[in-house]
């Protein structure tokens, strides 16, 4: 199994108890999500939709590759792989 | 008297002269022409196309302008004699192929070659940016470049501040801003723009106050207005880059629309909490085609899942870094600088303070830049998240 390195974006981070990065197993991209959803309620809908599949408001990079441009959800995961969670962020006037 | 002209002559056997319009086919053929004449003899009109290069400066700067050792130069002055010296320094410097203007200017002008008289910058612009003129990547060529420059700066809150305040003293030659909002006092905790006296004054006349209080020669244009579908043609056309700093889904999806429309570069960045984004998203630029902001996010977040909306609060000082990103990127832009922001989003996340690079590729089936993408029609996304994320 291998495990990867999830950065959590500022505004998930109040789901995961406020870290920066957590380690999680998995094979997939999706498995690694799933991982960090069932330890951390709440987290899991902000980044897949009702049936499964990425927002569209969500990127899910491994490394410096976005995993649309690879497999979508089922991407590989390597040990060791940094996993960046990009959502799409308004702020910047007010 | 007689040791000029003995020197002149030798020089005329070591250095090829041309006449007016043969140097201006040699120019036509790629030949550089250098006038190497003092900024004064400049100011009242060159020769279009030259390279001007001071002569007292020559050997240091001509590598900038002409790398190539084999590139033909047709060295020019005002009569025909300081042009000969200046032809044979450049052969000793390596230059292989160099001729001198016979006659110089006077002969190019009798000719009726085409002349254009350059902007030249003031001995009060000269001062101002003499930190830029020491720099070669910008010189005065940038600087004029940079005074000549229009760009227009959506919202004049914590984005807008840094990279307003920094591309007026830039000298960035025309800055507009848009915002529809008045100063108010929980501004301050960041939109350095802004002043405790003016709370209640419109956010763009107070912006344009502190702007033209930094640089007065510059033009600040002012639109107390929101984007919308309606204005937003009228309102970007003719600008070089427009610097999104809005803070809100509906309004960055007009201007990436917009911005794709009108081939213009949107420099990009947004800020939550303690972390930012920045990126160019600009499928006109030349050297790579780029992606645009709907290639990354096709669809803005239902309001109830835009994170900007539910929750609320910024760091006061990440829309410094993140606006002063956008205004590097923004200058860059404007002297085709360096290697930009496009295809790359940068994350910077202030706490562990640290920046990411992720690769942003363009998507061919995106509805506004893809190769299938129709005419474009833009959306009024309307209240989505116009409460704002309060960054
Ligand atoms: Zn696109």
Known sequence: MSHATVRIPAPLRPLVGGVSEITAPGETVEDVLVRLGADHAGFLERVLGPGGELRAFVNIYIDDRNVRS??????????????HIVPAVAGGRR | MIARQRRLEELRRQVVEVDAVEAARLQQDGAVLIDVREPDEVAAGSPQGAERIVRGFLELRVEDSVPDLDKTLVVMCAGGARSLFAARDLQELGYTDVRSLKGGFNAWKGDG?????PRVLNDAERERYGRH????EVGEAGQIRLLESKVLMVGAGGLGSPAA????????????LVDDDVVDRSNLQRQILHTD????DPKVDSAKATLHALNPAIQVITHQARLTSDN????IAGYDVVVDGSDNFATRYLVNDACVKHGIANVHGSIFRFEGQVSLFWPAYEARRGPCY???FPQPPPPELAPSCAEAGVLGILPGVIGTLEAVETVKVLLGLGDPLVGRLLVYDALDQRFTELKVERNVECSICGDGASEIEYVDYGALCSSGVSA
Not at chain 2, 133 to 136: E, S
Not at chain 2, 197 to 200: C, D
Request: hydrophobic share 50%.
């Open chain 1, 70 to 83: 690879i497999d979508g959800l089922r991407s590989k995961v390597s040990d060791g792989d940094t996993i």
């Open chain 2, 113 to 117: 070659l085409p002349v254009q008289v």
């Open chain 2, 133 to 136: 003129l020491l720099v070669p």
């Open chain 2, 165 to 176: 305040l920094y591309l007026a003293a830039a000298g960035v030659g025309t800055l507009a």
């Open chain 2, 197 to 200: 006296q003016r709370v209640g």
């Open chain 2, 232 to 235: 937003i043609d009228a309102l």
């Open chain 2, 294 to 296: 709907r290639c990354l």
